[in-house]
C-alpha cells in the first residue's frame, strides 16, 4: 500500500473546477498575458530592481532578472530549505522552478486557479516534471478553497497574484490550514495605501486593471489582519514600493508614452494611492 501523501487532500472522485472571475479567465486564458510583449519571458509580474541599473538603457534581460529577483525577495523570507513549499497564483511556474534551483526545497507544489496557465507551466517545465524522484507538481485551485491537504507545507508563498484574490480572509484561513505550526508564508503584491478614501474608484480612474475589475483595490492593513485572524504571529507588511514602481516605470517607458494608463501605475504610487508590500507571517 501506498502512504497517503499529506500534501494531498483526501479527494472525492471529481474534484469541481474552482470558479474563474470573468477577468481573470480573459486576462489568463485567451489573451494570455504572459505573451504580451511588456512581459515576454515567462514571468508576469512587475519586478524588484534594486540591482539593476536604472541609469543606463534597460534590456529584457534586465527585467527578467528583476523578475526573479522579486521571488528571490520572497523567498529570502521563507527560507524554504529541505522543506516543502507551496506558491499560490505561480502562473507558469518559473518561480517554482528557481525555488528549486537555488533554495533546495524537498518539493515545490505550484497552484494556479487558471488551467491555461498551469498548461503553459507544464509545457515550460516539461524536464524538471519529469525529474525521478518527483519534486514539483502543479495544481489547479483557488487561493481560497486549496485542494491540498492540511498541515503538509513548510512556506507558503505568492508573487504578484493576491490583487486578484477576491477574498483574503478565505486566503489567509487556507495558509493557515495548510501550512505545517511553524510555517512560514510571504506575499507580494499591491495595494491601495491605507486611510485613503475611495480607493476603488481612484485607480480604476487611472488604470484599466482596476477599471475592469481584474485589480482589486484594498488596503495591505486587510491581508495583515486576515492573517492575525487566521492565527498567524509576527504579521509585518514592508513596502517594496521603492524597489518596484520607479525601475517598472523606466521598463514601461520603453514602449508606452507618458499620460497612457499602464504608466499610471507610477502615478498612483507617486500620489500616495498605490504601493507594493512584502507581506509575511508565522504559523505558531
Ligand atoms: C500576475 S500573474 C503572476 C504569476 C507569477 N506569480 C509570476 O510572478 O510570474 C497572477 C496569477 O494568479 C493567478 N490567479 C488569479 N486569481 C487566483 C486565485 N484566486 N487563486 C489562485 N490563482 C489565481 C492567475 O491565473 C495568474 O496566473
Request: with cysteine.
Amino acid at each position: 500500500m501506498v502512504a497517503q501523501d499529506p500534501a494531498e487532500r483526501p479527494a472525492p472522485a471529481v474534484l469541481p473546477a474552482p470558479a474563474v472571475r470573468p477577468e481573470v479567465w480573459e486576462t489568463y486564458g485567451p489573451a494570455d498575458l504572459s505573451a504580451v510583449p511588456v512581459f515576454a519571458g515567462g514571468f508576469i509580474n512587475f519586478g524588484y530592481w534594486a540591482c539593476v541599473d536604472l541609469e543606463r538603457p534597460l534590456t529584457q534581460d534586465d527585467r527578467i532578472r528583476s523578475e526573479q529577483d522579486l521571488y528571490r525577495r520572497v523567498l529570502d523570507a521563507v527560507a524554504p530549505g529541505g522543506g516543502r513549499a507551496v506558491e499560490i497564483g505561480c502562473g507558469l511556474g518559473l518561480g517554482c522552478a528557481l525555488a528549486l534551483d537555488e533554495y533546495g526545497p524537498a518539493s515545490v507544489t505550484g497552484v494556479d486557479i487558471h488551467p491555461h496557465q498551469l498548461r503553459r507551466a507544464r509545457a515550460a517545465n516539461a524536464p524538471l516534471l519529469a525529474a525521478r524522484p518527483p519534486r514539483l507538481r502543479f495544481v489547479l485551485g483557488a487561493a481560497e478553497d486549496l485542494p491540498l491537504g492540511d498541515a503538509g507545507f513548510d512556506c507558503l508563498y505568492s508573487v504578484e497574484a493576491v490583487q486578484h484574490f477576491p477574498d483574503l480572509q478565505a486566503f489567509a484561513r487556507e495558509a493557515a490550514r495548510v501550512l505545517r505550526p511553524g510555517g512560514r508564508v510571504a506575499v507580494a503584491g499591491f495595494f491601495s495605501v491605507d486611510g485613503v478614501p475611495a480607493p476603488q474608484e481612484r485607480l480604476a480612474g487611472l488604470l484599466e486593471t482596476f477599471a475592469s475589475g481584474l485589480d482589486i483595490a484594498r488596503p495591505v492593513s486587510r491581508l495583515t489582519q486576515a492573517f492575525a485572524g487566521a492565527g498567524f504571529d509576527d504579521v509585518r507588511a514592508d513596502s517594496i514600493g521603492p524597489q518596484v514602481w520607479p525601475g517598472w516605470d523606466r521598463w514601461l517607458a520603453r514602449q508606452w508614452a507618458p499620460g497612457t494608463w499602464p504608466r499610471n501605475f507610477m502615478t498612483a504610487w507617486e500620489q500616495r494611492i498605490l504601493d507594493y508590500h512584502l507581506v509575511t507571517a508565522a504559523r505558531p
